[in-house]
């Protein structure tokens, strides 16, 4: 099996670990409000915390308390809906074993899920129908995702710590 299946996998592996951080920064930020500095007491939040879960703490910040906002919780469930389309194909992705399709002599994705009837009476063989071909979207997708929640943190920092002399992220623009 050519090599480039193994580097789209790493790919889609690194980029979701990517998209969890930045969730996590967002989760971090929110939780800091009110505070002097961000994130200092509000890494241990999420420190262990599935990813699902991050999704809903930032849903609770955006629907009680002082950062309730109908608007920015409805982008968030907006966001939260392509975030598990993605979240999906990249299970998939991750945890398949990949072999060799003599038939279509092309990388197929191979699950095994013990817990279905379907794995029971055998295996799915094509569980990506997309292929290896539709890696680089998938790849672009996630990086689409981890693009609009920066963007979204960072607006949320300038919006309640405008004048801030906090810590900012790695890579933030400082407000003028």
């Not at 981890?146 to 810590?167: A, I, K, N």
Request: hydrophobic share 40%; with cysteine; aromatic share 10%.
């Amino acid at each position: 099996m050519d090599d480039a299946i193994y580097e789209h996998i790493g790919k889609v592996a690194t980029e979701w670990s990517y998209l969890e951080e930045r969730l996590k920064t967002a989760v971090e930020l929110l939780a800091s409000y009110g505070l002097e500095r961000i994130h200092e007491p509000c890494r241990i939040l999420v420190a262990g915390m599935a990813f699902d879960a991050q999704l809903e703490v930032l849903k609770t910040f955006l629907t009680i308390g002082p950062m309730a906002d109908p608007e920015e919780l409805q982008w968030v469930k907006r966001w939260a809906g392509d975030v598990k389309q993605s979240q999906a194909k990249r299970n998939i992705v991750v945890h398949s074993a990949w072999v060799y399709d003599e038939e279509s002599e092309e990388p197929t994705a191979l699950a095994v899920d013990a817990r279905s009837r379907r794995a029971r009476m055998g295996l799915n063989l094509d569980a990506f129908p997309d292929g290896i071909d539709g890696l680089p979207a998938l790849i672009d997708r996630i990086r689409e995702l981890q693009g609009e929640m920066g963007t979204w943190t960072q607006l949320q920092f300038l919006r309640y710590w405008p004048t801030t002399d906090s810590v900012f992220p790695a890579g933030w623009p400082k407000p003028a």
